[in-house]
């Protein structure tokens, strides 16, 4: 079991940054990829960026350029959300996952299997 704690949502204006956290704690297996998905009310959760222990990461096309995902130990991973846009309001989830064959870990929700409880970002226009 892999318990998931993220941190650092709030409200701000477009244009300005936010910086998300996410410590686990538990099952250390489960925690060799680590990614970032969000989701609005009454839509699919959606994949912002994913991380692997040995730093390979894959970022959605939707926030290249603006998000960075980062870990800086085994079980804590960061989000630093810069340039934000009102289309990024959101609740951010933080989720874990074992290693897989590829080189980088997946990119799909199904493939996490431990999710914190949320973390909602706010952008104002």
């Known amino acids: 079991q892999v318990q998931l704690v993220e941190s650092g949502g709030g409200s701000v204006q477009a244009g300005g940054s936010l910086r998300l956290s996410c410590a686990a704690s538990g099952d250390t297996v489960n925690t060799f990829c680590m990614g970032w998905f969000r989701q609005l009310p009454g839509k699919e959760r959606e994949d912002v960026a994913v991380?692997?222990?040995?730093?390979?990461t894959v970022t959605s096309d939707s926030v290249k350029g603006r998000f960075t995902i980062s870990r800086d130990n085994a079980n804590t991973a960061y989000l630093q959300m810069d340039s934000l846009k009102p289309e990024d309001t959101a609740m951010y989830y933080c989720?874990?996952?074992?290693?897989?064959?590829?080189?980088?870990?997946?990119?799909?929700?199904?493939?996490?299997?431990?999710w914190g409880q949320g973390t909602q970002v706010t952008v104002s226009s």
């Open positions: 989720a874990s996952g074992p290693r897989g064959h590829a080189v980088v870990c997946s990119n799909l929700a199904q493939y996490y299997n431990s």
């Open positions: 991380i692997s222990r040995l730093g390979n």
